[in-house]
């Protein structure tokens, strides 16, 4: 559950300035809070500063860096990289809109990492200790475990408490592979770490993460080798949106191979070696830096949940569907208890928790309508249910597609590969689930999130009026469809028989 150091450059320790203050002295405890929280990332921090600002006594517990892995090594690193790596391959796209440009393109690798910590420095106050000392909550840096089933020990002080919510996070799993460890290897805990481009890296992981730096660094210059186990990229979304990413990826230079497994690492002449198995066979593949993206692991090591009576498994901390644990005191949110990971997702079950831990009005974890977003270019969003989900819950259900070529926004900017896709259930035409792939379908997922969680039809999008030209017609384009295929051939009959008659 800790980290590398993080590079000694000036905005790094502004960083470390504001998420872990070198000179911070742990406030002497309450008597007793209302709410304990274990955890400073994205979850903790919302459910303390939410339960602080109700008027609630709160204490905050955070082991390694406030704002945990969203801040300082995952949505906002990972997205100021992806900004840099999208305009060098703007630049080259130029000419197909008519621009042209003279030279080649010229990507400063550490300008672009250093333009990143200074982005993450500046962003870093929103989640620091000081800030939340003046939010009224008690912060204690130092590693919390239960000692009890009310009481969390933080070095020598005891944080007795009414309620507590756990919410540890995350972090990289690293594959059992043999040789790895020594050959060295990088998760996205150290990526941001690099201040020299790798000529030669291989990303270990074709789920979001993988294909996020994958292009990214591909784009910045390195020659990239994707190794996905799977025969499909994002393997929990829909196929037609993984392929047109696949051909996306390729078309950026990377080296993509699907089925493939990595059975042992070597280090050979200063350059790392992996061994690959794959349909075709094992082949060595050298590179210059290795990245581990092959998903995530709760953290539940080391925060004495026995003492607490609060179970857990290799999935993380068991909840029930009102976040509560088998300690009824004890409440989890974010990544240690929910199966997809996501900061959305933390901040959004941090505020049912903070409701069901403190009120008696409660909230359900299975009624949140959860969007997401791989921010690739395309960009491949989803929202609610699957065609092949929907038919295992017995719900009979039908499909509309709209492609983005058939929407002018998109084809006049360039950009009118991919699609919107549209589940509705066959006999009201509520919506119950989307997928969009394409430019700014992480944009576009949040109507179609919106239309469901009020429970409106798609039918009833139809009517909605969007600004021309915009992307976001794609929705309207398909309402109309859906509209058109509601119309029997009883109802044309009568509506053509009214019109004839009509004067």
């Known amino acids: 559950m800790s980290r590398p150091p993080l590079t000694p450059s000036v905005h790094d320790r502004e960083l470390l300035a504001a998420v872990r203050p070198p000179d911070w002295v ?3 405890p ?5 709410l304990v929280v274990l955890g400073g990332g994205t979850a903790g921090l919302v459910t303390a500063a939410g339960a602080a600002g109700l008027g609630a006594s709160v204490a905050l517990v955070e082991r390694s860096l406030l704002g945990g892995d969203c801040l300082n090594v995952g949505c906002v690193p990972s997205k100021a990289l992806l900004a840099s790596a999208h305009a060098a391959a703007a630049v080259r796209r130029a000419p197909e809109l008519g621009v042209r440009l003279g030279g080649a393109v010229a990507v400063d690798f550490p300008s672009v990492m250093e333009r990143m910590r200074a982005l993450r420095a500046a962003i870093a106050p929103h989640d620091s200790a000081a800030r939340f000392r003046q939010l ?4 204690f840096l130092g590693g919390g475990r239960f000692v009890g089933p009310r009481e969390i020990a933080v070095g020598e002080a005891r944080l007795r408490f009414s309620r507590a919510v756990i919410a540890t996070g995350g972090r990289p799993h690293v594959p059992a592979v043999p040789g790895l460890a020594e050959a060295g290897f990088r998760t996205n805990e150290s990526i941001f770490d690099l201040t020299e481009l790798p000529p030669r890296l291989a990303v270990v992981g ?3 993460i993988g294909c996020e730096l994958a292009q990214a660094f591909a784009r910045l210059g390195s020659r990239v080798t994707l190794l996905q186990r799977d025969g499909q990229l994002l393997p929990r979304e829909e196929r037609e949106a993984a392929e047109l990413l696949l051909a ?4 950026d230079g ?7 497994s990595v059975e042992r690492v070597e280090s050979a002449d200063g350059a790392k070696r992996l061994w690959v198995a794959s349909p075709t066979g094992s082949t060595a593949v050298e590179v210059d830096e290795i990245l581990v993206a092959a998903g995530r692991r709760p953290n539940v090591e080391g925060l004495g949940l026995e003492a607490a009576g609060v179970a857990y498994g290799e999935r993380g901390v068991v909840v029930d569907d009102r976040l509560r644990t088998t300690n009824r005191r004890v409440f989890a949110a974010g990544d240690v208890a929910m199966a997809h990971q996501f900061t959305h997702l933390a901040d959004a079950t941090a505020r049912i928790a903070i409701q069901n831990a403190l009120f008696p009005f409660k909230r359900r974890a299975s009624r949140l309508v959860l969007p997401w977003c791989t921010f690739t270019e395309p960009e491949i969003a989803h929202v ?3 065609v092949d989900e929907a038919r295992q819950r017995g719900l009979a259900v039908e499909e509309v597609s709209v492609p983005f070529a058939e929407v002018d926004r998109a084809r006049l900017g360039g950009e009118s590969s991919g699609f919107a896709r549209m589940l509705v259930e ?10 969009i792939a394409g430019a700014h379908a992480g944009e576009l997922i949040s109507e179609v999130s919106v239309a469901m969680a009020g429970g409106l039809t798609l039918g009833a999008l139809a009517g909605v009026i969007h600004p021309y030209p915009t992307r976001a017609e794609v929705l309207r384009k398909a309402g109309d469809a859906w509209n058109r295929r509601r119309l029997t051939p009883r109802a044309k009959g009568l509506l053509g028989r009214y019109l004839a008659w009509f004067r």
Do not use: E, W
Request: no cysteine.
């Open 426 to 435: 066959s006999r009201s035409g509520r919506i119950l689930g989307a997928t």
């Open 254 to 260: 990377i080296d993509v191979r699907l089925g493939a």
């Open 30 to 34: 309450k008597r007793r809070y209302h």
């Open 206 to 208: 074709g789920g979001p």
């Open 384 to 386: 609610g249910l699957r």
């Open 26 to 28: 742990n406030p002497l």
């Open 248 to 251: 996306a990826l390729r078309a």
């Open 136 to 139: 009224g909550v008690d912060v």
